[in-house]
């Protein structure tokens, strides 16, 4: 078994993606069958993805990622990640844009294959606390 840096791939990924707020660097990063379940919910396919990540890009003004922590099982096909976005809320989770700060902590679960590109995220994050805060601030 050749043992690989997985955490590199995906600490990449959300370096080209996430900081740099680029969802075009996905097609070089992800299968073509990438799927991401956030929340319970499946989007499958890279175009759908890159949906998905601009319309979360838009949803908070200055969108900052930041790493706090990632490892990776023995055989580098699974990467674990705990992250932290904040920014300004421009419409999240169909809310009001009132500009509100957001500050969201998430942790992902990224299957990484043999070639080095994603295949799946499993995300979980913080998005009901940020929802009532921002409910919270407009009322």
């Known amino acids: 078994m050749t043992h690989r ?44 993805f890159k949906q998905w990540v601009a319309r979360f890009l838009a949803s908070i003004n200055d969108f900052r990622f930041e790493v706090v922590e990632s490892f990776q099982d023995e055989s580098g096909s699974r990467v674990v990640s705990r992250w932290v976005v904040t920014g300004r809320n421009n419409g999240f989770m169909g809310s009001h844009p009132c500009q509100s700060p957001i500050r969201m902590t998430g942790t992902a679960v990224m299957h990484v294959r043999p070639d080095g590109l994603l295949q799946h995220n499993w995300v979980e994050r913080s998005a009901l606390e940020v929802h009532r805060s921002l409910a919270a601030a407009n009322s």
């Open 5 to 48: 840096n997985a955490v590199a791939i995906v600490e990449n990924f959300w370096k080209e993606v996430w900081q740099s707020r680029n969802p075009d660097a996905i097609d070089a990063l992800v299968a073509e069958d990438f799927g991401i379940t956030s929340g319970g919910v499946l989007i499958e396919s890279r175009p759908l």
